[in-house]
């Protein structure tokens, strides 16, 4: 059962076929199995997990707050504070850290009953595309374990895959949700900025930050999402609008909307497999009766620079508070002074590809360069959202590649940074943009999976979980499971 | 010829908002009474990872309050933005600040000062009234306090985050006295605003002098030193003092001065170098991410606007045109709004003067306080009963030595001063005839001090008057008594 959707396993839990505490055996028994290969979880919650099992079966029972998520387990990307969980970040500045709170999110699925297995392997801070860049071992793709699950919730990802959760909470700050579902062979979205509460996720880049679900299909997907959702007062960058019931518009038909392609996102560079599995989608989806048209998004080739520069500056200051005196790791040898401590736990704590992006961020807001780096991304970044008001204002929904190729090999790409930004080229720019973004699965090249995106306006959600849903009804690459 | 040099000075007021929770989470932001370190804390004052700032809106409008009080435009689109510096008082390793809007700039502030360039200790010639330019209001956190043992210190987060204003003026002073009466008439604008207790003992208020110096009549800004964390006026007035000196002491020698950041060492009366300009910090300031723009609406500043109460300024010079009383006197019951409302209730319910009322309470209300060490919010004296009293002494009803036991009767233990006065028996004897028996009975009992009166000791008037009161137990009406007995030593002259 561990393969099953929420939507079915609600079914089995309600009608009492099966228990949340059988449920989350299951699961915990599948990542005792599986889990030593794929290296997905960095936290197992063995006993947390069963005992809200348990108080998901007697909700249940008395038919009480029953929601869709009631007794599903689930596994958490290691960002996202848990009270009483270690919240590693996947760094050894947090090893041993125990958040003193819940985050937001973490809240709102302890409120629906959901069942919290395990925390989930990701590069340190969110910073890498492969889930290399982690203090704990890398995470293998369940497809080919001699393969990268992208990054960088890549542990929710292949967690997900595996059948080693039900769905999975994962963080997308410039594709960290949609390159590894895309990687692999799974749904997931990064909703618009400000729609799920970042409280209590520890923040990579602040104006970026979005926690999205993956699941086994468009339609979990939007079940998650509106138990995620909402505005909190503890974030003053969520949206104040009400959540809409996404299910409930999913089955609308396709038929007439208007699908735009956006030329830049197929030029040269992309694999001959993906490619084709990207044009035969669209080709579906112009059976279901969508109008196909060709938009521009001309600054796109500036994302990337955008993107990594805003990046480097916000995390710079975001990572400034790890500085070992009141959480995490401290290193004091000898030290000589407060500021000593600093460095030694940093120099000790952090990995290398965090420093380099540390160094990074202060230089380009220092005086002197703030304003031609960082004040001119700003501007820029303007101009890459004005890029997707325009496209919309011809079109309902953009359909794009996620990743130029389908998983590469481990270690691979870790000894150049730079090829390893390049493989966020195609999700970067929606996050600077802030408009949402659902990844699903779409073919397979050389037996590795291969995703798109739909891309929608801003607190569209309900139009691209729509769109998702429709190709999902007449396509099964959403089913097929890795040789595990 | 030798040049006279003349101070340029611009200063940072930063004081506490009196909110009660603190500038991004809803701690307590009431440090000084939290019973251990580490109380009023949570995950976003103590800068745990994932947590969030949410900004207060009571010190936003406190902070607009403020900006409108000093003459400014309130930014309708201000912004928060971060500056980045290590220490260990900094949780998040940076502080959430204002940069680049702030929520208020362009005021100004009428100030005196001695005319330029006359320096401390030599002002008491002609004053003239500058306008000081204020650049800048903007909002911040505090930090946490260190407390520094022998071989390492502790960190209490009680006081992180706790919303801090900074006033930022321009460098408009030329006189250490037009500085000092800035930052006097400033503290007197926040008290009455009710912003900030202005209690510079428990560093609620503090200052930091920005100082160059330069040859009177030219028009440059030389380097300055920025003088921090002058927690009183006389620190203030003293090092501002002493670097003026300093500075025209290094050019007189042909020397520069050079940037940096000093301290003031209040036992030693010298500023020390703390930081120069190669140290200084970068703080690679930009917007905070996490805190949207904070927009402010033309009827949320209007509402704002209509809550500023009357200014020390403005309630002077009503003090002075409505009530007749002198400069000094309108300043002195305008110095506390405290002060001056109950000066205004007393006098709504007196029949005396505006002067009387003012001699009052300058005189036996502020003794009185003096000595008891009691503000004048603590005063059980009712406004009502006060005045009553002021009118029995205008009204003769009694003397002035009775009503001064009367008013510490009052103050003691409360009560009727009517009531008082019969209890005491205290009731001022104004009957002519009665006064005239006694006075007639004084001059018949001693005919020498007669002779040495009207022999050219005038000053004997003095002594029959007072032989009167003590007849009387100082009942008697004094100005009556003065009267008859001067008028019985004439009739006795011939």
């Known amino acids: ?484 | 010829m030798k040049l006279t040099y003349e101070p340029v000075i611009g200063l940072e007021i930063h004081g506490e908002l009196l909110t009660n929770s603190k500038m991004f989470c809803s701690c307590s932001a009431d440090y000084a009474s939290a019973p251990e370190p580490n109380v009023n804390i949570c995950p976003v004052c103590t800068g745990l990872p994932g947590a969030l700032p949410v900004a207060n809106k009571k010190a936003t409008e406190l902070a607009a309050l403020v900006g409108l009080a000093l003459n400014c435009s309130i930014n309708k689109h201000n912004t928060f933005a971060r500056k980045n510096y290590f220490y260990p008082d900094l949780p998040k390793g940076y502080q959430i600040s204002q940069y680049e809007l702030p929520i208020a700039e362009r005021g100004w502030m009428d100030v005196t000062s001695p005319l330029t360039p006359l320096l401390l200790g030599e002002g008491l010639g002609a004053r003239e009234q500058l306008r000081v330019r204020v650049r800048r209001v903007h909002i911040e956190e505090d930090t946490a306090k260190l407390s520094h043992e022998k071989n390492y210190a502790l960190v209490d987060f009680n006081r992180a985050g706790v919303p801090l204003l900074e006033i930022v003026s321009e460098p408009d002073m030329r006189t250490v006295e037009a500085a000092l009466d800035y930052t006097t008439k400033i503290r007197a604008i926040l008290r009455y605003l009710g912003v900030n207790s202005g209690d510079m003992e428990k560093g609620v208020l503090r200052f930091e002098a920005n100082v160059s110096v330069r040859p009177v009549g030219s028009e440059e800004l030389r380097t300055r030193t920025e003088i921090k964390n002058l927690n009183s006026f006389r620190a203030l007035t003293r090092a501002a003092q002493y670097e003026i000196e300093r500075q025209i002491k290094i050019y007189e020698a042909g020397g520069e001065v050079i940037q940096e950041t000093l301290g003031w060492d209040d036992a030693r009366g010298v500023t020390t170098s703390q930081r120069s300009k190669e140290d200084a910090h970068d703080y690679r300031y930009f917007p905070e991410p996490d805190l949207p723009p904070l927009k402010l609406s033309d009827a949320w500043i209007d509402s704002i606007r209509k809550r500023l109460p009357e200014l020390p300024e403005a309630k002077t010079s009503r003090f002075i045109s409505d009530f007749g009383l002198t400069p000094s006197e309108a300043r002195f019951l305008t110095s506390e709004l405290s002060l001056a409302n109950y000066f205004e209730a007393v006098l709504s319910k007196s029949k005396s003067s505006a002067k009387a009322v003012h001699s009052w309470i300058a005189g036996e209300l502020m003794r009185t306080l003096n000595e008891s060490n009691l503000s004048i919010d603590e005063l059980t004296l009712s406004p009502e009963s006060f005045a009553k009293l002021i009118d029995m002494t205008t009204n003769k009803i009694i003397s002035g030595n009775s009503a001064k036991v009367v008013f510490n009767e009052m103050v003691k233990a409360g009560g009727d001063p009517e009531q008082i006065v019969k209890e005491k028996n205290l009731a001022q004897v104004s009957d002519e005839n009665l006064i005239q028996e006694i006075v007639t009975k004084i001059l018949d009992d001693n005919p020498s001090e007669i002779e040495k009166y009207h022999a050219g000791k005038e000053t004997l008037l003095q002594w029959f008057v007072g032989q009167a009161a003590r007849a009387t137990k100082g009942k008697a009406d004094p100005a009556l008594t003065k009267e008859l007995m001067l008028k019985g030593l004439e009739e006795r002259r011939k």
């Not at chain 1, 599903?72 to 970040?89: E, N, Q, Y």
């Open chain 1, 1 to 484: 059962m561990n393969h099953l959707t929420i939507q079915e396993l609600r079914q089995l839990l309600i009608t009492k076929q099966i228990s949340s505490v059988e449920l989350t055996r299951a699961t915990l028994q599948r990542i005792r199995e599986a889990d030593a290969k794929v290296q997905s979880y960095v936290t197992v919650t063995d006993e947390l997990a069963l005992e809200q099992a348990k108080r998901a079966d007697e909700r249940i029972a008395k038919n009480e707050n029953v929601t869709p998520l009631t007794g599903i387990p689930f596994a958490m990307k290691d960002c996202i504070s848990t009270r009483g969980v270690r919240t590693t970040c996947s760094s050894k500045i947090l090893e041993s850290y125990i958040p003193q709170y819940d985050a937001t999110v973490t809240n709102k699925l302890n409120d629906a009953g959901a069942v919290l297995v395990g925390k989930t392997n990701m590069d340190e801070f969110g910073m890498g595309s492969s889930t290399e860049n982690s203090a704990f071992p890398a995470t293998k793709n369940p497809w080919d374990l001699t393969r990268v699950p992208g990054g960088s919730s890549g542990g929710s990802a292949a967690a997900l895959s595996a059948n080693l959760a039900t769905f999975a909470i994962g963080e997308d700050t410039g594709g960290s949700v949609r390159q590894p579902a895309s990687f692999c062979g799974v749904t997931g979205i990064k909703p618009t900025y400000g729609r799920v509460s970042r409280y209590g996720l520890i923040s990579l880049v602040s104006s970026f930050d979005s926690i999205g679900p993956f699941a086994r299909d468009a339609y979990d997907c939007a079940t998650v999402l509106e138990h995620i959702a909402g505005h909190d007062e503890k974030d003053s960058t969520t949206y104040q609008s009400p959540v809409p019931n996404y299910t409930s518009t999913i089955n609308k038909p396709v038929k007439g909307m208007k699908l735009g392609i956006p030329k830049e996102y197929f030029v040269a560079g992309m694999d001959a497999g993906v490619e084709s599995a990207i044009q035969e989608a669209i080709r579906q989806y112009e059976k279901l009766g969508m109008e196909i048209h060709e938009v521009s998004l001309p600054h796109t080739k500036y994302g990337l620079p955008v993107y990594y520069l805003l990046l480097f500056a916000e995390a710079s200051s975001n990572l400034a508070r790890f500085d070992g005196t009141r959480f995490g790791l401290s290193v004091s040898e000898n030290a000589k002074d407060a500021i000593d401590i600093y460095l030694q736990t940093r120099r000790a704590g952090f990995g290398d590809e965090v420093k380099r992006r540390m160094m990074l961020g202060a230089y380009a807001l220092s005086a002197g360069y703030y304003d031609a780096y960082y004040l001119k991304a700003q501007k820029v970044r303007t101009l890459l959202r004005r890029d997707f008001e325009s496209a919309f204002a011809s079109c309902d929904v953009l359909l794009a590649p996620i990743s130029p190729t389908t998983a590469f090999k481990i270690g691979e790409k870790t000894d150049d940074p730079l090829e390893m930004y390049l493989s966020d080229i195609y999700t970067v720019a929606t996050n600077p943009a802030g408009v949402p973004a659902l990844a699903l699965p779409c073919g397979f090249s050389k037996d590795m999976p291969v995703g798109l995106q739909l891309i929608g306006k801003h607190l569209d959600e309900a139009t691209l979980f729509q769109v998702g849903h429709a190709y999902q009804q007449v396509t099964d690459w959403h089913k097929k499971l890795p040789p595990l």
